[in-house]
């Protein structure tokens, strides 16, 4: 019996071949085909898991990543745009910010909790998605009721059933108006309900980050909130109507359980820079909370049991994709217990002049694409040659080289750095159409490039 993801649709990748999903990555991260090729793994991995019999499928372990390269070479980025490829619930944290009980620092577990949460919020946006026409029927009528008179009571000579088709017409009538707009001008008055009393978190135990407590759960008649009578126009009283009719038709329990099911089954934590807490043997002093950090992290990773305000959350089968770029220490400085839980190991290579041109030009929300849309909407018309691109390239790997590589996040400075003059005066430009060639590359960046102590504060 195969066990499916808790989900309206099946996720897109589920028909995905490894393949496919290196293209899909193609598309958006340059390069790197050894790690794309490990998540694209992992995720049909994770797609045969759920095919299996469930007394195998939960004997099935999620194969971990660890990705290991220096920074701004496209781990995370990978991460991110495989989690929205399989429409899985996705959370980055830094390793660095956790630390062991009794120090400064966030409880390891809130990253389970988050996930919780991020995945409610995915489950609650597709019910939402799902009640929107029939809570926009239901707001209609509500504001039917308040637009219309009462229905005047039956006198003896009447027929009742003429009255009300009387009734029902002038309500088909007004119905009418209301869809075509005539009736936006008027304002009408609707019960809202005040904002209720702010819940309070109860610090139990070592963390706030524990389970919280509502008082409005526990006290349920002392914290209804109390309504009143407020005056707007008709467009925003629909639409008032129709969000507190969603509320009213999605079940918040149904919402828990399938958003703690979800990411039980099909979550994804991305654990960044682990080096930073893997700390060397004989290291002393601020050091000494690392190897705690670890073993603090490691039990969320074999599989353990976290207590969240939707119940309890099992973390046997999330899939977590480690990253770090390991300049000081290196993965065999990591506990063996947390090694053995990593076993996929990705190293990704650095980035050069080629890769640059190709960052900048090749993927959907290129930089280049992301510049030239920008100064579209202030009606100027940006043309980048082919030669300027490539010099870019040049001034970002030549500045990465002289001063700390910081890879692709490079072009982000040279690229704000290039376009600085434009960004200011474009609205005041007499000629729209701004060739950026050779030369202007040449100009704006050359002198900076060439002076070191300029370039290692500007670039």
Known sequence: MPIYLPESTQTSADGLTP?????????YVVGQAAAKRAVAIALRNRTRRQKLPPELAEEVAPKNILMIGPTGVGKTEIARRLARLAQSPFIKVEASKFTEVGYVGRDVESMVRDLVELGVDMVRAEQLDEVRARAAQNAEERLLDVLLPPMRPVTADEDPAAVRDQQNQTRERLRDQLRAGRLDARVVEIEVREKAF???EIIAGSSVEEVDINLKDMLPGLFQGKTKKRRMKVPEALEYLAQEEQQKL???????????ERVEQAGIIFIDEIDKIAGREGSHGPDVSREGVQRDILPIVEGTTVNSKYGMVRTDHILFIAAGAF??????????????????RVELEALGKEEFVRILTEPRSAL?????ALMETEGIALEFTAAAIHRIADFATIVNERTENIGARRLHTVMEKLLDEISFEGPDLADKHVVIDEAYVSR???DIVKNDDLSRYIL
């Open 19 to 27: 393949r496919q999903i290196v293209a899909e990555l193609d598309k």
């Open 198 to 200: 702010p819940s309070f």
């Open 250 to 260: 999605i079940d918040m329990d149904s919402v828990s359980r399938t958003a703690v």
């Open 327 to 344: 300049h000081v220490s290196k993965p065999s400085d990591l506990i063996p217990e947390l090694q053995g839980r990593f076993p996929i």
């Open 368 to 372: 280049v694409k992301q510049y030239v």
């Open 444 to 446: 704006m960046l050359a």
